[in-house]
């Protein structure tokens, strides 16, 4: 018999930890190769790991709702055959017991008189960080003490990145200090309540409470929710966001698909929307303007070769996800339709596969499809645009010809750009969305797919 150690595989480029959702196999079940093995979610998508060999499971290592780094052993397979390499020996996570009134004072005086340590894989609480909560506090410049200070919401009150993400956008307290004390008023003020409150933090960081009214009801965030909603707040921190709209008469792109609707069906099996005819629209305009297809690394810009088009898809729990058309610039309609059809799919049935949603470089929402005539989206970081299409409306409008102008009815939309205004400018961002807006309205009628 040998052990066969099942690593946290590699989810994407920027993708450093998963959290354990669900064990699909208990210790003792028999295991066939590419077997699906356990459920994890990451701040992208969720996924399966498959079992790379054939065996037993023997142990688990990590439990449900556990926060993993890719490159970890999460279970071990016993197989049949020569000696596989001994499981590498997993760091004990010293259990810290709940925090009193009078610990945590013990804390603030050692905090006063701690200096500044760098950021350690385990504090002297014994909390374990994870290396992508450690990256982010180095990036922040928070300090070992400080770190130590934030409470965890993971096992043994281990801070994860959710935890960390909301103290900095909580203000980061008025200190590690001031987070403490906080932390003792709260332990004494908790007893003898007769209240119900909810607490939430303001924007400068200190405690908001919210009293609670006959009737009201509290309902706790999703996990996609609350990473959407660090996302978003992210992204209007990071990017100066900018807009331009555009007015587009699309009749030519309706009737078109009007009349080829049923053909195409019965050649391709593919129902045809709007959808694809104003992705091939998009992928042409970033082809002739590069410079909205890049994004942002620090003081540096990336350019893009290749044109991904994220797609914003809505869920059944009413989320978003973005999964991505690869290439889209190489795609004919044929093929763009296939390409969108097939994600939307995938995204409602919850099949996307991490490599579904990795690699965009441009995003493009339909708002029009919840009646939106127009909107505001914000920008997919590290990208810098988006654009969001609005309802195709029948409007009366002034039509040209030759022979004078009339007013007609026509079919339009509102074509809404979000760009980065640190990097891209307004000539830039309205000259790409007016670009857009020409390519549909010259669309031929008469063109076959």
Known sequence: MAKFEIKLPKMGESVAEATITAWLKNVGDTIELDE???????????SEVPSEVEGTLVEIKYNVDDVVAVGETIAIIETEGGAVEAPAKVEEITTEAPKTAAVIEQQITQVKETTNTPIAKTGASGKFYSPLVRNIAKTEGISMEELESISGSGKDGRVTKDDLLNYIEGGRGQSSVGSLQSSVGSEQSAVGS??????????????????????????????MGKMISHHMVASVQTSAHVQSFVEVDVTNVVRWRNKVKDAFLKREGEKITFTPIFMQAIAKALKDFPMMNISVDGDNIIKHKNINLGMAAALPDGNLIVPVIKN?????????????????????SGKLSPDDIQGGTYTVTNVGGFGSIMGTPIINQPQVGILALGAIRKTPAVIETPEGDFIGIRHKMFLSHSYDHRVVNGALGGMFVKKVADYLEAWDVNQYF
Do not use: H, Y
């Open 36 to 46: 699906a093995l356990v459920e994890i979610a990451t701040d992208k998508v969720d």
């Open 194 to 223: 007769s209240q119900a409150t909810v607490s939430k933090k303001s924007s400068v960081g200190s405690p908001k409470t919210t009293v609670l009214k006959d009737g009201d009801e509290v309902i706790a965030m999703t996990r």
């Open 328 to 348: 889209a610039d190489q795609l004919n309609l044929v093929g763009m339709t296939k390409q969108v059809n097939s994600l939307a799919v995938k995204a409602r």
